[in-house]
Every structure is written in structure tokens, then in C-alpha cells.
Nanobody, 128 residues
Framework: QVQLVESGGGSVQAGGSLRLSCAVS????????MGWFRQAPGKEREGVAA????????YYAISVKGRFTISQDNAKNTLYLQMNSLIPEDTAMYYC?????????????????????WGNGTLVTISS
């Protein structure tokens, strides 16, 4: 069992930055595909960024590539999402998720469907 708790959401103006954190507890001994997903009002949940804790692979949605960076701090059992150059279209509830033991699938469809654990989300609101 793994528990995921997101934090760091908030309201910022377009062009600003936020860093989301996901505290991971429970069985953290296994490797995992760890991901960030988001869901805007009236839209389906979509993948944003993912990484495999057992290697160097990272994955980004086209819409965030070059603006968002996913990273992990193994000592703190924390996953991060650094979000820069934010735009109103980034407004959504952001969720952290884990697929044990990974690795990450070859498409966002696979990555999403393979996730075993989800956090409750943190809200990000970007104003123009």
C-alpha cells in the first residue's frame, strides 16, 4: 500500500510558477512509475509528466514540455512538479499517482491505466 498526498497548489497569474509536491508513504521499497495528472472542469483527466524511479526516463505531455519539470527526492520520498510559464489553460486539479513496480508504459493511455494509487489532488488556478 502506498499513500500519496499532494501540496503546493494555489492561484497565480499567467507567466508565474508553482512547485507541486507529492509526499509518498507506505511501501516505498519498490520501484515505480510516478506521475502527475490533471483534470480541468468538464474535461477528462490527462497525463502531465511521469518518471520511472528505477531509471532516468521522464515523460511529458506535449502541452507542458519545456515548461514543467518532474523530479524526485528519494531521501524525502517526495515527487515534485516544477511548473513555469503558467498559462490559464493549466488551470486544473493536479493529481499524483503511482504504478508499482513500473516501469512507465509506452503511451499516456498505458501510463494512466497502469496507475495503482492516487492522491486526492491539489488545485491550481491560473489567471490571465
Amino acid at each position: 500500500q502506498v499513500q500519496l498526498v499532494e501540496s503546493g497548489g494555489g492561484s497565480v497569474q499567467a507567466g508565474g510558477s508553482l512547485r507541486l509536491s507529492c509526499a509518498v508513504s507506505g511501501d516505498t521499497s519498490s520501484s515505480a512509475c510516478m506521475g502527475w495528472f490533471r483534470q480541468a472542469p468538464g474535461k477528462e483527466r490527462e497525463g502531465v509528466a511521469a518518471l520511472y524511479t528505477g531509471g532516468d526516463s521522464t515523460y511529458y505531455a506535449i502541452s507542458v514540455k519545456g515548461r514543467f519539470t518532474i523530479s524526485q527526492d528519494n531521501a524525502k520520498n517526495t515527487l515534485y512538479l516544477q511548473m513555469n510559464s503558467l498559462i490559464p489553460e493549466d488551470t486544473a486539479m493536479y493529481y499524483c499517482a503511482a504504478d508499482l513496480p513500473g516501469p512507465c508504459g509506452g503511451s499516456w493511455f498505458e501510463i494512466y491505466n497502469d496507475m495503482d494509487y492516487w492522491g486526492n489532488g491539489t488545485l491550481v488556478t491560473i489567471s490571465s
